[in-house]
């Protein structure tokens, strides 16, 4: 009888570590879960938001000058009529069109902060250079429309900074495009397994 008991109370203490180790793993499994899916929600955030960005520095640079931006440039900076540059408001057309995206703009750099919790330093890196273009970009077109001393070739400089030529040899095109390629490369694999593939007509 007490051999009987002897194995039952390990028998039973088998069982109670077996529940212990299932309700573990299953606990360990749900984590993994929960965590890589808010992964593959946050990866999938940023890389459309980072195409959203692109465009947006896209249009900001767009050389035209639209004739309806010149009053609306002046209201939203809060610049006095009587003491603004006429003859350089179109410098000033980027940054009023970086003016008007602010909170998408705002909104992608707030996912910097998440994205450290599952990538290494390299995607905040990445991060900090589309601001440093950005921030380029205003300080180039406050230049061109503060100063009225700027010699030919800063003056082409800054020029080259606020509009896009539309060319394959545009650095900031190429900067922002090595950006975008580069979160895109090593964000992929978080959500490859979501897409479904695409069927071309014939």
Not at 50 to 63: E, H, K, S, T
Not at 191 to 197: A, E, F, H, V
Request: charged residues 35%; contains cysteine; glycine residues 2%.
């Amino acid at each position: 009888m007490e051999i009987f008991n002897v194995v039952k109370e390990i028998l039973t203490l088998i069982i109670a570590c077996a529940g212990v180790w299932v309700a573990w793993s299953a606990l360990k499994t749900w984590k993994k879960e929960f965590i890589g899916k808010k992964k593959i929600d946050l990866a999938c955030d940023i890389v459309e938001q980072i195409c959203n960005i692109q465009d947006i520095i896209r249009y900001a640079r767009n050389p035209a000058f639209f004739t309806n931006e010149s009053n609306k440039i002046i209201k939203d900076f809060n610049k006095d009529k009587e003491e603004f540059k006429e003859n350089k408001i179109h410098y000033l057309a980027a940054k009023y069109r970086f003016y008007n995206k602010k909170e998408e703009i705002n909104n992608f750099f707030k996912l910097r902060n998440k994205a450290q919790l599952y990538w290494d330093k390299n995607i905040l890196d990445l991060f900090n250079k589309l601001n440093e273009i950005i921030v380029s970009i205003n300080t180039a077109a406050e230049l061109l429309y503060e100063s009225d001393n700027l010699d030919f070739k800063s003056r082409v400089k800054f020029e080259k900074k606020i509009w896009w030529n539309f060319k394959n040899d545009d650095e900031i095109e190429k900067n922002v495009q090595k950006i975008v390629d580069e979160f895109k490369l090593n964000l992929y694999d978080c959500y490859k397994d979501g897409l479904t593939k695409w069927k071309k007509l014939k």
